[in-house]
């Protein structure tokens, strides 16, 4: 972590009072940066200078992780008297930002002036700042070689809507990432969750336990019993579950003589393969049944999946929504546990999951269909019916967009290999718009 109360005095900028002399506290940085090496401190140094450049509470670097679909403040530096705040900002759900993944995409700075002007459209992303006495904000993204993610200042009260300065220091923040990125590669694998508390569980596809130090496959987990009992305390840990459901979950019809001791074997088993990342206690024995440790701080993909389209259903912004939509695409990698979806706890929820991606998938390509982007409308079209090709509407969707792409022989024949999974209603439109086609 990186304060701006630090006391060694090994890197700090030179720059009276008021620090707004553009041209001074970029002829001190240059000077500063030229004659250090270490790309920590010149890190710490360029997030200096911005925050003297902005006259800031705080400045910091929030990289992406796109394979878990997360940010990360990773380096920070506060002005006196302010708290940081980089051990509360471990792992931020792309979801719960979709504007700022706009941002990234477009390469465009994201600029709050006033807290208040955002609060009706993006309740969320106000909650958030405002819990952490944030009233403006300037921040800008950065996408090269092996980074992404966004430099910015809380609470500028200089130069607010002039991204300029963060554009200039983000050139050396960028170089002396991936620099530290190829020094500890192997480190770094896993370092996106650097909070020991912190665990992210993906569900969909194949298990995955991510943690502070290492990552469990879903072929790590060699006995069946652990790993039914932790995919369901996972899937279902608002409340306790007696025991005896828990061993009903796990043997089902078998009949066990002794439910405690029996599941006590399973956490034992269990405990040996969580302890290869250093959660052997994240199942605890609790009132005579076991549960999760509530000392960790949880996020599956499951429930962040939920999220996204709770907010989808909340929002009307084109890009918002595409960027949502996108991420459910990245969070959704397969079925529910496939592993052992014959479980008849399992079953209904995977089924559930199933065609509820199906559901706001095809919102997706009715809305990808009217902005006329067929290309991505073909593509997710073949995703979608890898997962279920009986589904008439994304039929109905990739014809369209074949025949509006310009490929009129190509989607009269996929047409009639397609006629068996077309409803009527769809049948009917496809043959009227390949009418229209010919007049």
């Not at 890190?43 to 929030?62: H, K, N, S, T, W």
């Not at 471990?90 to 719960?96: A, C, G, L, S, V």
């Not at 020991?196 to 995955?208: C, D, R, S, V």
């Amino acid at each position: 972590m990186m304060n701006g109360d630090r006391k060694e005095g090994i890197c700090r900028l030179n720059v009276d009072g008021n620090g707004c002399d553009y041209l001074r506290i970029l002829s001190d940085l240059e000077t500063k940066l030229r004659n250090n090496t270490n790309p920590k401190e010149k890190i710490e140094l360029a997030l200096q200078g911005a925050l003297m450049f902005y006259g800031a509470d705080r400045a910091y670097v929030i990289e992406v992780d796109d394979e878990l679909g997360i940010g990360v403040n990773t380096y920070e530096c506060c002005a006196p008297g302010i708290a940081p705040e980089i051990d509360n900002l471990q792992f931020m759900p792309f979801e719960m930002f979709p504007r700022w993944l706009c941002s990234l995409k477009s390469d465009t700075p994201i600029i709050i002036t006033d807290l208040e002007q955002i609060k009706t459209e993006f309740l969320e992303e106000y909650r958030y700042l405002e819990k952490r006495s944030v009233n403006s904000l300037l921040a800008v993204p950065f996408q090269k070689r092996l980074n992404a993610g966004f430099l910015g200042v809380d609470n500028p009260k200089r130069n607010v809507e002039d991204p300029g300065f963060l554009r200039l220091v983000i050139l050396c923040i960028v170089v002396e990432l991936n620099e530290i990125l190829l020094q500890e590669w192997r480190e770094r694998r896993y370092a996106s969750i650097k909070q020991p508390t912190i665990i992210q569980a993906n569900l969909f596809g194949k298990l995955e336990i991510i943690s502070a130090t290492d990552v469990l496959k879903d072929d790590s987990f060699t006995n069946e019993s652990g790993y039914v009992l932790l995919t369901f305390l996972l899937l279902n840990r608002k409340r306790e579950h007696p025991l005896r459901l828990l061993t009903d979950v796990i043997w089902e019809s078998t009949d066990m003589g002794n439910p405690y001791n029996s599941i006590k074997n399973v956490v034992y088993r269990l405990r040996k393969t969580l302890a290869c990342i250093g959660l052997r206690d994240l199942i605890q024995a609790s009132h005579g049944t076991f549960t999760l440790n509530p000392n960790y701080t949880i996020f599956t993909d499951v429930e962040r999946f939920d999220d996204a389209c709770k907010r989808i259903d909340n929002s009307s912004d084109p890009a918002i929504l595409q960027a949502l939509y996108e991420s459910i695409i990245g969070l959704y990698r397969g079925s529910l546990l496939p592993r052992y979806d014959f479980y008849h706890w399992l079953m209904p929820k995977t089924l559930y999951y199933q065609n509820k991606f199906l559901h706001y998938m095809k919102r997706y390509l009715s809305m990808l269909y009217r902005e006329k982007n067929y290309l991505r409308v073909q593509e997710l079209s073949m995703d979608l019916l890898s997962i279920d090709m009986y589904e008439s509407e994304v039929h109905y969707y990739l014809i369209k967009a074949m025949l509006m792409s310009g490929s009129k022989t190509l989607s009269q024949i996929y047409f009639r290999q397609a006629e068996p999974y077309l409803t009527d209603e769809h049948m009917q439109e496809v043959k009227t718009l390949f009418t229209s086609c010919r007049t």
